[in-house]
C-alpha cells in the first residue's frame, strides 16, 4: 500500500511538473532562476510525500523529566483547582446535611451586645486610659529635647514605662475575667501603642544625636535651606531642619493611627482621598468579615468540638484525623484573614489619612524559606524588628544569629501575649509554635535549600502548625472550663 502510494504520489508530481516549470518560466528574464527554484521546490514536494525522508524519533527528554525545559502545567493547575472546589464543596455539604445552617448574625450581635459592659469589656477603659502613657512620652520627649533631663534618664524611664503599658492591661484582664475576644482586641492595641512608642523615642534618640554632632562639630548652619520632598529618604543633616519642629501632638496622634509601626519625621503622603477606593475597601472589610464569622460558626466550631474526645484519649491517629480535617478551613480563614487585615482594613486606613506607603505584604505565598515568609507577610513588623531590634544589635556587636533568635523571641512573647492573657491560661503553645520556626529555618536554608521544595515546607508549617495550635488551647480551655 505504501508502495503504490509512493508510486502514485511521484507521478502525480511528474504530471505537475511541466505546468510548474511554465509557470515558473513564464517571465522573459531570470528563466535559469526560475529553473533552479522549481528543482528545488520539487524536491522538497517529493522529501515531504516520502515516507522514508521523515524521520519519527530525535533525541528529546520526558516533559515530567527536569532536563526537559518544560514548565507550563497549567492544565495540572485547573485540575488541582477543580479537585480543591470538588472536595470542599463535598465537605461543605456534608456539614449542611450533619448540622443544618448554624450561621446567625443575630446571635453575633446579641453575644456581642450582652458581654459589652466594663467588666466583660476592658478594652474601652483601657485604651482611654492608654493616653495618660503616650501623653507622657511627648512630655518626656519635650524635655529631653531642651536639655532638662538626661540620656540616661530616658534609657532607664522608657524601659520601665513600656513594661508598665504592657503588664497594667493583662492585670486589668486576669482580674474583671472579661470576654476573651473583647480582651485580645484591646491587648492588641496596647501591643501596637508600644511597639509605636519605642519606635518614636528611638527616632527622637537619633536625631537628638545628630543636633548634638552637628553643633559640636559646626556644619549644620547651611543645611537649613535644604527642602524635604515627603517620602524623600531622610538623613541626618535633614534631621538638623525637621527636629524639632516635629515634635507635636498632632504629628506624634497621626504616627499612632497611620499604618505602620515605625516613626519617621516625614511621612509619604498621598494627594487626595479616592472615594471609589473607600467604598471598595469598606465593602471588602464588612463582607470579609462577615464571611469569616460565617465560617468559624458553621465549620471550624463543629470540628473543634468533636475533636475534644479523640485529644482527651490521646487517640493518635484519631488527633492526626482531626487536626487534617481542621487544616483546610483554617487556612482557608487564615487567608481571609490576612486579606482582610492587610489590603482592606490597612489600605482603608491609608487612604483616610492620606498615607501613600501601601506596602504591607510581598509575595509571602512564594517563600521558599521560614525567613523569607516572615519577612514578606507583615511588612511593618518586619520594618519593625529590622530596625529597632536587628540593626541596632548588628551595630553593637552581636552575630547575625543571636540578632534572628533576639527577634524570634520578641516575636514568640507577644504571640502568646495575646492569647495566653485573654484565655487566662499559660500553656505556651504560640510560643512554642513561634520559636520553632528558628529550627525549621535552617532546614528550609540548608536541607532543602528553597526552591520547591521549601516553598512545600512553608506551606505545611501554616496548613499543620496553626490547627495544631488552635486544638491544644482548645482543648486545654475545655478542660479548665467544662471538664
Given at each position: 500500500y505504501h508502495y503504490l502510494s509512493g508510486s502514485m504520489a511521484t507521478e502525480t508530481v511528474q504530471r505537475r511538473r511541466p505546468q510548474q516549470q511554465s509557470q515558473v518560466a513564464a517571465p522573459g528574464d531570470g528563466g535559469s532562476m526560475s529553473n533552479g527554484s522549481s528543482r528545488e521546490a520539487e524536491k522538497r514536494i517529493s522529501q515531504k510525500n516520502d515516507p522514508l525522508s521523515r524521520p519519527v524519533h530525535r533525541p528529546q527528554d520526558s516533559?515530567?523529566?527536569?532536563?526537559?525545559?518544560?514548565t507550563n502545567y497549567r492544565g495540572f493547575f485547573n485540575l488541582s483547582m477543580l479537585l480543591l472546589v470538588v472536595s470542599n464543596g463535598r465537605v461543605a455539604l456534608e456539614n449542611l446535611i450533619k448540622y443544618g445552617v448554624l450561621?446567625?448574625?443575630?446571635?453575633?450581635?446579641?453575644?456581642a451586645v450582652a458581654d459589652f459592659s466594663f467588666t466583660n469589656c476592658p478594652n474601652v477603659a483601657l485604651v482611654l486610659a492608654s493616653n495618660l502613657v503616650i501623653l507622657t512620652v511627648f512630655v518626656t520627649e519635650r524635655l529631653l529635647e531642651r536639655g532638662l533631663l538626661p540620656e540616661l534618664f530616658a534609657a532607664i524611664f522608657y524601659p520601665l514605662l513600656i513594661c508598665f503599658h504592657l503588664i497594667v492591661p493583662v492585670g486589668v484582664t486576669l482580674v474583671l475575667q472579661g470576654n476573651p475576644l473583647?480582651?485580645?482586641?484591646?491587648?492588641?492595641?496596647?501591643?501596637?501603642?508600644?511597639?509605636?512608642?519605642?519606635?518614636?523615642?528611638?527616632v527622637n534618640y537619633w536625631c537628638r544625636c545628630a543636633v548634638r554632632a552637628a553643633k559640636n562639630a559646626a556644619a549644620g548652619g547651611k543645611k537649613g535651606e535644604e527642602k524635604i520632598v515627603d517620602g524623600e529618604q531622610l538623613t541626618s543633616s535633614?534631621?538638623?531642619?525637621?527636629?524639632?519642629s516635629t515634635l507635636t501632638l498632632s504629628n506624634l496622634y497621626y504616627f499612632l493611627f497611620a499604618p505602620t509601626l515605625c516613626y519617621e519625621l516625614v511621612f509619604p503622603r498621598s494627594p487626595r482621598r479616592r472615594k471609589s477606593f473607600l467604598i471598595k475597601r469598606t465593602a471588602e472589610l464588612i463582607f470579609l468579615m462577615f464571611l469569616m464569622l460565617a465560617l468559624i460558626q458553621q465549620w471550624v466550631v463543629p470540628l473543634v468540638k468533636n475533636s475534644m474526645a479523640p485529644f482527651s484519649d490521646m487517640n493518635i491517629s484519631r488527633m492526626v484525623e482531626r487536626v487534617l480535617k481542621l487544616a483546610v478551613p483554617n487556612l482557608l480563614i487564615w487567608l481571609i484573614f490576612f486579606y482582610t487585615l492587610f489590603h482592606s482594613a490597612l489600605n482603608l486606613v491609608a487612604e483616610i489619612l492620606c498615607f501613600a506607603d501601601r506596602e504591607f505584604y510581598r509575595d509571602f505565598w512564594n517563600a521558599e524559606s521560614i525567613q523569607?515568609?516572615?519577612?514578606?507577610?507583615?511588612?511593618?513588623?518586619?520594618?519593625?524588628?529590622?530596625?529597632?531590634?536587628?540593626m541596632p544589635m548588628m551595630r553593637n556587636g552581636y552575630s547575625k544569629k543571636s540578632a534572628i533568635v533576639?527577634?524570634?523571641?520578641?516575636?514568640?512573647?507577644?504571640?502568646?501575649?495575646?492569647?495566653?492573657?485573654?484565655?487566662?491560661?499559660?500553656?505556651?503553645?504560640?510560643?512554642?509554635?513561634?520559636?520553632?520556626?528558628?529550627?525549621?529555618s535552617f532546614v528550609t536554608d540548608h536541607v532543602v535549600k528553597g526552591g520547591r521544595a521549601g516553598n512545600i515546607v512553608v506551606w505545611l508549617s501554616l496548613i499543620l502548625g496553626q490547627p495544631m495550635s488552635i486544638l491544644m488551647y482548645v482543648h486545654d480551655w475545655y478542660l479548665i472550663h467544662y471538664a
Open positions: 516533559l515530567f523529566s527536569s532536563s526537559s525545559g518544560w450561621v446567625s448574625p443575630l446571635e453575633w450581635v446579641r453575644v473583647y480582651s485580645s482586641g484591646a491587648l492588641m492595641i496596647f501591643v501596637i501603642e508600644s511597639l509605636k512608642i519605642v519606635s518614636y523615642v528611638h535633614d534631621a538638623l531642619q525637621l527636629y524639632p523569607y515568609f516572615w519577612k514578606t507577610w507583615n511588612i511593618p513588623v518586619h520594618r519593625w524588628a529590622l530596625r529597632h531590634i536587628f533576639v527577634v524570634f523571641f520578641v516575636s514568640a512573647f507577644f504571640h502568646e501575649y495575646l492569647i495566653s492573657a485573654p484565655l487566662h491560661m499559660f500553656r505556651l503553645w504560640a510560643y512554642y509554635g513561634m520559636m520553632a520556626q528558628i529550627p525549621l
